[in-house]
């Protein structure tokens, strides 16, 4: 094969993989009513002037699957780690019991579960157009080699469809899983 076929191939399964890492960190975001100390991931604290994520000014724990609980490793720091994860807009109400943050994760209702479920399709339906824009610019690269024979080009061209196919189905396995993740009460 040719290098520059081969370069462009690589190139493009990297796109595709990271189209599915993104969509695999974008599905943490979204939770399905478990509790799970990845859910005030996003949360940035002020910790002495700079932001600062949670998960490196405190210990974040679930003891049970409706519950996250937040210690500070300074207690000074109660104040702004309660803010930080108010100004999140995570919908979590913390309570503050002078020590540690505990925060109640509500049941999702049929409507947020729908509503999420959708919010995953949606995040799905991105990663496919990653892939797919991954396949055209290959597919793109492959047609301008001029030094490649019309064979090796085809052949290369079905080589990413493939791939493309490959990973639409990941992307689809994975919002199955993640959709019967949510929609289970």
Same mark, same amino acid.
């Given at each position: ?29 979204? *939770? ?80 947020? *579960? ?72």
């Amino acid at each position: 094969m040719n290098e520059d076929i081969k370069f462009i191939l690589d190139t493009a399964k990297e796109a595709m993989t990271n189209a599915i890492k993104h969509l695999e960190k974008q599905f943490v975001n979204i *939770r399905a009513g478990k509790a799970s100390p990845s859910m005030l991931g996003s949360v940035m604290v002020d910790y002495y002037g700079s932001q600062t994520p949670l998960s490196q000014v405190a210990n974040v724990n679930t003891p049970d699957g409706r519950t996250i609980t937040v210690q500070p490793w300074e207690k000074s720091m109660l104040q702004e780690i309660e803010r930080a994860i108010m100004v999140a807009n995570l919908g979590f109400n913390p309570m503050n019991n002078g020590e540690t943050i505990i925060i109640n994760v509500p049941a999702l209702t049929e409507e947020r *579960r729908r509503d999420l479920s959708k919010q995953a399709k949606a995040e799905a339906e991105d990663a496919k157009i990653g892939i797919r824009n991954a396949r055209k610019d290959a597919n793109h690269d492959i047609k301008n080699l001029s030094e490649v024979s019309e064979d090796l080009q085809s052949n290369a061209e079905l080589d990413i469809q493939t791939m493309t196919d490959n990973y639409v189905k990941k992307v689809d396995d994975i919002f199955s899983v993640k959709e019967t993740e949510i929609m289970t009460v």
